[in-house]
């Protein structure tokens, strides 16, 4: 997304990484970044009533219709903030 002057970043496993945070694969780099080269950045985690849905949980698919509604849910209710991006 270098050189874009908006960014939204969907981050349905919070901006994790099991790499070494010299290896620049950290989200909150990889935005610092972004932001540094002049963009706009804007990030959505899941909220914590979606949480349990996701990180060990993630590959169950018994919870993609409940992880579905619940990103949509969080869609709409941050759609106001997010168009100002």
């Not at 908006?6 to 945070?21: A, D, E, M, T, Y």
């Amino acid at each position: 997304a270098a050189g874009f002057g908006r960014v939204l970043v969907l981050s349905p496993f919070g901006g994790k990484s099991l790499q070494p945070v010299e290896w620049g694969t950290h989200l909150a780099t990889q935005i610092d970044a972004l932001r540094h080269g002049g963009s706009s950045v804007a990030t959505v985690f899941p909220d914590s009533d979606a949480e349990h849905l996701f990180g060990v949980n993630a590959m169950d698919l018994s919870l993609r219709p409940a992880a579905a509604q619940a990103g949509y849910e969080q869609g709409r209710a941050q759609a106001a903030t997010l168009k100002e991006l």
